[in-house]
């Protein structure tokens, strides 16, 4: 059953009925418990009616002609007067010849030929008398039958406009889904646009909610995607073309020299486009966030020195000698992402004769690489982690992607990058903390 207009309409009938049964087995004892009380005045009413209606004279008469009919009450009553010494006295045209009367003053019940009584006892000593009125248990039963018949025989008859009513109703609070459904079943697979739930009821908002926040990260997604395929193809464009020319210089040359600096080249085009391939796929891979990060101690000296022996030589690289011992409770990969990127990008800014120097920071929570380049331009502070940027005035070669490689790895760690330049255009610094 996959309908959830089927499902809530099933589920509101069946709650309905079972209170509507609930309410019939209440309405029946109720009904049943106030009959009693109300016939069981009626009967003590009458009895007490019968009894003051009677004298001497009347018991004396009918005990010679055999007939006494004090009161004409109604037919489902019966009434019967018996003497003191057990012989009856006078009897209503109803009541049975056998007696119905207690021994005792009171309501009480009695079987007469089968039948079930319910009767009141009136027992006057002074007359000598017994009054009794009764009247069968079974015309009590028939009209508690014919109460309840008579609320439930509407009801069977409402039944039917009752679920057609649940069923209209159901259509029409469903209604939002459906105009959401067929919103999105419109749409084109490039159609990203948020769905307006300004109309849609509070049960079904964060449906939307939920959906609108999909969108958005599968419109990101692919624009990132875009984004990435885009720069892609335009930075392997260039490394790719110089391949072949120096390829084509190399064979064409002459001498030894030429060839030489021509396979230089050439190794320097193959080594950007590894750097390039390299930062896609890592770029990829941390978007993708789907690893789980776990943590360990790691000694931060350690990981600098692997880092450095990974790379080409080139510059001058320090290593301030508390980092030999802070100990760090990371996750020893992604800190090895982090610190190689930043390397990288300091190495590239600082020059072929540069200096990169790594220090604990001054919280002595995080460690800051710095470096002896030209600096950032203070405007362009906030806009290096954005991918691909390079900065205005940058000269070096590089992809734009190192720092925002190393940003996302950090805040994986729970961490943050702080750039500022260093003072008198010394040179930049780059903070990595809390570790």
Known sequence: MNSLRRRLFILLVVASGII????????????????QHVLDTRLQEAARMVHSLVSDSDIEAARKDGTFAPIDYEKQLSCQIWSLDGDLVARSSGAPDESIALNEEGFGDREVN???????????PEKGVRVVVGDRVGLR??????????????????????????????????????????????????????????DAPSEVRPLVDALNGLFGKVDAARRHERELTAFAAHELKTPLAGLRMQA???????????????????????????????????????EAGSEKISRAPVVIGEVLRDVIA????????????????????????????????????????????????????????????????????????????????????????????GLTIAAMAAKRLGASLTFENLPDGQGFRVSVEPL
């Not at 030894?256 to 590894?274: C, E, G, H, K, N």
């Open 248 to 286: 084509q210089v190399a064979r064409a040359a002459k001498d030894d020299a030429m060839r030489d600096q021509a396979l230089r080249q050439i190794l320097v085009s193959v080594d950007r486009t590894d750097r390039l391939v390299r930062q896609l796929l890592t770029l990829a891979r941390l």
């Open 310 to 401: 990974g790379l080409p030589e080139g510059g001058t690289t320090i290593i301030d000698p508390a980092l030999e011992h802070m100990n760090v409770d990371t996750n020893a990969e992604t800190l090895h992402l982090i610190l190689r990127n930043l390397q990288e990008n300091a190495l590239q800014h600082a020059g072929a004769n540069g200096a990169v120097h790594w220090r604990v920071t001054a919280e002595g929570n995080g460690l800051a690489v710095e470096d002896n380049g030209p600096g950032v331009r203070e405007e362009d502070l906030e806009l290096l982690t954005r991918r691909f940027y390079r900065g205005r005035d940058n000269k070096a070669s590089g992809t734009g992607l």
């Open 114 to 124: 089968g039948e079930a009584w319910r009767v009141y006892t009136i027992i006057d």
């Open 20 to 35: 509507w049964v609930a309410a019939v087995i209440w309405i029946t004892t109720w009904s049943r418990l106030e009959v």
């Open 141 to 198: 039963d028939r009209l508690v039958r014919d109460l309840v018949a008579g609320l439930l025989i509407p009801a069977a008859l409402v039944l039917p406009v009752f679920g057609f009513l649940i069923w209209f109703s159901l259509g029409r609070g469903l209604r939002p889904l459906n105009r959401i459904a067929g919103d999105i079943t419109a749409r084109d697979a490039e159609d990203m646009r948020a769905i307006d739930a300004e």
